[in-house]
């Protein structure tokens, strides 16, 4: 099922008001109370920015879930990209949100302190550039991050290719979305009534991606855009499934989303990059949910040119980042949240990310753990 947006796109008072009604309207002789699952890390952090959960009727509880690309890179992919850091003649370059994820060994950001060359770029195109302007060093980019962000990487990548340039490569830590929410949802202690699938995301792979998910544990699916409108605008619609016994996905952000996706975007990550098991925090290994570089531009694939092995590595003790990430904790029920656990000192990549549950608790939620 599909509608046409309902949403201009710009917000105001009083459309948002009248969503806030209409969702009240809709619960209004309702049973129980309703769990549904914000997937993306952008989408806790605008309902925490425009303080919706104080608006949000007491039926409606939302769960955060695994869709921060940096909070789910496991623990021994962060360890092998200190190690990396640490590597003479190798420079890393990197997205910010990355650089004071803390590994077991400290971070980017204690690596650089201590002599490591790492730069952050807002590209993976700013890395290649890099390179060129640094012939005598070996320019690795991190990739983690999600379907958004991988057709932009394997263009460089093919750029790179063409233009032989040989002292770059990447680190390819990245994750498709699909596999992880199954993986998910098969836990039976996750307990979730719908789902709220990421716009950026579904942008690139379709709407139609979250389609064996709706069939297979019989939930609504909507996928939905970041204003406050757009939230709301998704949840009416997952409460109005949950009512009439249905099971489907919807598409409240045609503005952006098509139900096929980007074919383009599609074709580019499948040139340059294969589907491979990879670990994600909280959740372990889950197969088919990473994506590995082709053999046919192996030169390009860190991992293998420069023997970089992940090892596992146990979570920081008392940590609950894993078990936020598949909403079966909130960041106020940490023992370390707000307490050694901070924005400023944080000991778990959710409280470092943009788009991490803990950062936006902290930063939006009004709680405060410290002693």
Same mark, same amino acid.
């Given at each position: 099922?599909?509608?046409?947006?309902?949403?201009?796109?710009?917000?105001?008072?009083?459309?948002?008001?009248?969503?806030?009604?209409?969702?009240?309207?809709?619960?209004?002789?309702?049973?129980?109370?309703?769990?549904?699952?914000? +997937?993306?890390? =952008?989408?806790?952090?605008?309902?925490?920015?425009?303080?919706?959960?104080?608006?949000?009727?007491?039926?409606?509880?939302?769960?955060?879930?695994?869709?921060?690309?940096?909070?789910?890179?496991?623990?021994?992919?962060?360890?092998?990209?200190?190690?990396? %850091?640490?590597?003479? *003649?190798?420079?890393?370059?990197?997205? @910010?949100?990355?650089?004071?994820?803390?590994?077991?060994? #400290?971070?980017?950001?204690?690596?650089?302190?201590? @002599?490591?060359?790492?730069?952050?770029?807002?590209?993976? +195109?700013? %890395?290649?550039?890099?390179?060129?302007?640094?012939?005598?060093?070996?320019?690795?980019?991190?990739?983690?991050?999600?379907?958004?962000?991988?057709?932009?990487?394997?263009? =460089?990548?093919?750029?790179?290719?063409?233009?032989?340039?040989?002292?770059? %490569?990447?680190?390819?830590?990245?994750? =498709?979305?699909? !596999?992880?929410?199954?993986?998910?949802?098969?836990?039976?202690?996750?307990?979730?009534?719908?789902?709220?699938?990421? *716009?950026?995301?579904?942008?690139?792979?379709?709407?139609?991606? $979250?389609?064996?998910?709706?069939?297979?544990?019989?939930?609504?699916?909507?996928?939905?855009?970041?204003? !406050?409108?757009?939230?709301?605008?998704?949840?009416?619609?997952?409460?109005?499934?949950?009512?009439? #016994?249905?099971?489907?996905?919807?598409?409240?952000?045609?503005? +952006?989303?098509?139900?096929?996706?980007?074919?383009?975007?599609?074709?580019?990550?499948?040139?340059?990059?294969?589907?491979?098991?990879?670990?994600?925090?909280?959740?372990?290994?889950?197969?088919?949910?990473?994506?590995?570089?082709?053999?046919?531009?192996?030169? $390009?694939?860190?991992?293998?040119?420069?023997?970089?092995?992940?090892?596992?590595?146990?979570?920081?003790? #008392?940590?609950?980042? *894993?078990?936020?990430?598949?909403?079966?904790?909130?960041?106020?029920?940490?023992?370390?949240?707000?307490?050694?656990?901070?924005?400023?000192?944080?000991? *778990?990549?959710?409280?470092?990310?943009?788009?991490?549950?803990?950062? %936006?608790?902290?930063?939006? @939620? #009004?709680?405060?753990?410290?002693?």
């Amino acid at each position: 099922m599909e509608i046409k947006d309902a949403l201009s796109g710009i917000d105001d008072d009083s459309l948002v008001k009248d969503l806030l009604k209409r969702l009240k309207d809709e619960l209004q002789g309702y049973p129980s109370s309703l769990r549904f699952m914000e +997937v993306c890390g =952008t989408h806790t952090m605008s309902v925490f920015r425009h303080g919706l959960r104080s608006l949000l009727p007491d039926k409606i509880d939302l769960l955060a879930g695994p869709g921060c690309p940096v909070c789910v890179t496991s623990a021994g992919q962060v360890d092998a990209i200190l190690d990396l %850091a640490c590597l003479n *003649g190798v420079r890393v370059a990197t997205f @910010g949100d990355l650089y004071r994820v803390p590994g077991s060994q #400290g971070s980017l950001a204690l690596a650089s302190a201590s @002599g490591g060359k790492v730069d952050i770029v807002y590209s993976p +195109v700013d %890395a290649l550039q890099l390179a060129k302007n640094n012939p005598s060093e070996f320019v690795v980019f991190l990739g983690v991050g999600f379907e958004t962000t991988i057709p932009g990487v394997a263009a =460089t990548v093919r750029e790179a290719a063409g233009s032989k340039i040989d002292n770059f %490569a990447v680190f390819s830590a990245h994750k =498709t979305m699909p !596999p992880a929410l199954d993986a998910l949802f098969t836990d039976d202690a996750s307990r979730i009534d719908g789902l709220l699938c990421p *716009g950026h995301v579904s942008a690139i792979i379709g709407a139609c991606a $979250y389609k064996p998910l709706a069939d297979k544990y019989e939930f609504p699916c909507v996928v939905a855009g970041f204003e !406050p409108a757009d939230i709301l605008q998704g949840l009416i619609m997952l409460v109005r499934q949950k009512k009439r #016994g249905i099971a489907s996905v919807e598409n409240a952000y045609s503005r +952006v989303v098509s139900w096929q996706g980007n074919k383009s975007a599609l074709e580019m990550i499948d040139s340059v990059f294969q589907v491979c098991d990879t670990a994600w925090r909280g959740l372990g290994v889950i197969p088919a949910s990473g994506l590995a570089v082709r053999p046919e531009f192996a030169s $390009y694939n860190a991992q293998k040119r420069l023997n970089v092995e992940e090892k596992m590595v146990s979570e920081p003790p #008392g940590c609950l980042c *894993g078990s936020i990430l598949k909403g079966e904790s909130v960041p106020a029920a940490c023992p370390l949240f707000g307490r050694t656990c901070t924005p400023v000192n944080p000991v *778990g990549p959710c409280m470092v990310s943009s788009e991490g549950s803990c950062a %936006a608790y902290h930063r939006y @939620g #009004g709680v405060d753990r410290k002693s």
